[in-house]
């Protein structure tokens, strides 16, 4: 085939020298990373923060022996000792209201110097960070609230109201559960950019609608408060499940598996399974924060676990 190919190209490219094809310059640049969606009425612009570098996966996802991390990933054509996740946030234009969800990495290079594009999305698809609503967090890790001010402390999103978890709040910023370096750089940064907010957040509850359309459904065990949300309009929805999952193979393909950032990583298991099951049998989509772009798909069955299907980007609104 390889051959076939081949000569199929040379046959083509038979009239053309070969020093008019290398006039063409080489761009080096990508189409924005941004793409947009409708579900019922509702607008949704999905906005990369960038990836989340996390270097060897086998050092992250756990429970299980390394060579099988490394395994299932390049059975999946997937780099097994060099993991970059994407940081998938998305702004819901709904019901007169702009709402963001999850603010991404910010100033915090403490997952490489990938993270931090959340603002030049947002510009490039046309929103600007003044229209903002509100300000949805999924729950209080770095790579969601890291985002919400700037490097002075200055608020990103001046005219939003921030909705989270109390749980999750009183957690992430509380100064003595700093038992680790890396819960230390996560609560350090957490009080960074959730402190100046204290007097606009408003907390919501599970099974609560805090937000025309928008309803909150707690998923703990990564953290104590995360939480998943259902978006509704006329008739349609999907959910995005936040970090249920980290990855679209691992901790889907094999739910049993845990991840090094887990509060209670027996707890998330068992929230990953009621939750893929769930979305599965009743066939909803999903948009998931970590996996690659633009992160939007179904679950289904498989085996022991699940598969992630993702769906086809549509290119015409």
């Known amino acids: 085939m390889a051959l076939g190919a081949s000569a199929g190209i040379g046959l083509g490219l038979g009239s053309i020298s070969t020093s008019a094809l290398a006039r063409a310059a080489k761009l080096h640049v990508q189409a924005p990373y941004w793409y947009r969606f409708n579900v019922g009425e509702a607008e949704i612009t999905v906005v990369s923060d960038g990836w989340q570098m996390l270097g060897d996966p086998s050092n992250s996802f756990l429970g299980v022996p390394k060579d099988e991390v490394r395994k299932e990933l390049t059975d999946n054509f997937m780099n097994p000792s060099d993991m970059n996740i994407e940081l998938n946030s998305f702004v ?6 702009m709402v963001l969800f999850d ?13 931090g594009l959340l603002a030049k999305s947002l510009s490039d698809a046309g929103i600007k960070r003044e229209d ?7 729950h209080g890790h770095i790579d ?7 490097e002075s402390g200055a608020l990103m999103y001046p005219n939003a109201q921030v909705y989270m978890s109390q749980a999750d709040f009183d957690y992430w910023t509380d100064e003595r559960q700093m038992d ?15 402190l100046p907010v ?26 104590l408060g995360h939480t998943m949300f259902n978006v509704e309009s006329n ?4 959910f995005f499940v936040g970090d249920v999952s980290h990855h679209s193979v691992l901790l889907i393909e094999n739910p049993r598996m845990e991840f090094l950032y887990d509060t209670d990583a027996r707890q998330a298991v068992k929230t990953r399974l009621k939750m893929l099951s769930f979305l599965a049998e009743n066939r909803i989509p999903i948009l998931a924060y970590h996996f690659a772009w633009p992160g939007y798909g179904h679950f289904v069955k498989q085996g022991e676990g699940f598969r992630y299907l993702p769906a086809p980007m549509n290119m015409n609104l």
């Open 132 to 138: 903002i609503d509100a300000v949805v967090i999924s």
């Open 92 to 97: 819901v234009n709904s019901n007169g209201k």
């Open 235 to 238: 008739g349609q929805s999907f």
């Open 103 to 115: 603010t991404g990495l910010g100033t915090s290079k403490m997952f490489g110097p990938k993270g």
């Open 198 to 223: 204290r007097d606009r957040l408003i907390f919501f509850k599970d099974e609560q609608e805090f937000l025309p359309g928008i309803t909150a459904i707690a998923a703990p065990g990564h953290t």
């Open 144 to 150: 969601h609230i890291g985002g919400i001010v700037d």
């Open 180 to 194: 680790s370096p890396w819960k230390k750089a996560f609560i350090i940064h957490a009080r960074k950019n959730l």
